[in-house]
């Protein structure tokens, strides 16, 4: 139970061998006010029901305590997969910290993958999917890229969790208001993410349908109902779903 540090972030964790592969366990913090491991756990799983392409998880019980294990996307059968952040890419394409969006990440994705439609189009999912749930801390080192067959492409999502803060605005930018968490806000860049004005729309419909069921969700992946509680007046704010 005590924390390692090899693979950054800020809470505590340790990489370890289970199933015969190499798994991310984040424990619970002394801070904590909620099961963080079990929210987390519940969001990638509803991420996954809004067509997310997600890191496996698993939810661990131990006395007392939840530890969430997420399997490694940058390893196979023990070779390695390079791994860069979004942060690292941006840079390099000579964007600077602090003012880095969703849209940029688009540009890197339309250039280097290896589809580069189905990656854009998965991207402005996440960016839709992070509004709803009040993801706000979707930074550029929470999203990646794999190098695979000489291509940058996107690497399964991860870190996903309403923050409970309801700061009201992003960490990426969305479009043209900033980083603010809007839909309309979202929606009007979708251009640059390879999508029509239609498509886009389709697409926060679809999104909007499954979290709606978040705390069935929720309560099926075992986040308890006082934790549910806590997110109520977070997840689908109303300040957020004007388009
Ligand atoms: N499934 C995974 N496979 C490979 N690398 C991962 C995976 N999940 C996370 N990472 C890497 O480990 C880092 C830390 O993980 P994560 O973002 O989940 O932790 P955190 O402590 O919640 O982060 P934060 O500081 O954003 O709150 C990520 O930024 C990413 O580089
Ligand atoms: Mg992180």
Redesign the pocket.
Same mark, same amino acid.
């Given at each position: 139970m005590r924390p390692g540090s090899s693979?950054?972030? $800020?809470?505590p =964790?340790a990489v370890i061998r289970h199933r015969e592969a190499d798994w991310?366990a =984040?424990f619970p913090d002394r801070e904590d006010q909620v099961d963080v491991a079990a929210i987390?756990h519940a969001s990638l799983q509803l991420a996954g029901l809004c067509g997310i392409t997600v $890191?496996a998880s698993e939810l661990i019980a131990l006395p007392g305590q939840h530890v969430l294990l997420? !399997?490694? /996307? #940058? !390893?196979d059968a023990g070779q390695r997969i390079h /791994?860069a %952040?979004a942060r690292t890419l941006l840079i390099a394409d000579g964007l600077r910290e602090g003012d880095m969006g969703y849209a940029d990440l688009a540009d890197v994705l339309r250039r280097e993958a290896r589809a580069p439609q189905a990656d854009c189009q998965q991207l402005f999912r996440r960016m839709i999917f992070n509004v709803l749930l009040e993801n706000t #801390?979707d930074?550029e =080192?929470?999203h990646?890229l794999l190098f695979q067959q000489g291509h940058w492409n996107l %690497?399964?999502a /991860?870190?996903l969790q309403p923050q409970l803060l309801g700061v009201g605005y992003q960490s990426l930018r969305l479009g043209k208001q900033g980083a603010q968490s809007l839909l309309s806000n979202a929606l009007s860049d979708c251009g640059r993410f390879m999508l029509k004005s239609a498509e886009a729309n389709d697409i926060v419909d679809d999104v909007l349908a499954q979290v709606r069921q978040w705390e069935q969700v929720f309560a099926r992946y075992g986040v308890s109902n006082a934790d549910i509680d806590a997110c109520r007046s977070f997840i689908l704010r109303p300040s957020v779903m004007g388009r």
């Open positions: 693979v950054g972030g $800020a809470r =964790k991310i =984040k987390e $890191a997420v !399997r490694r /996307f #940058d !390893r /791994f %952040s #801390d930074h =080192k929470n990646a %690497s399964p /991860f870190d």
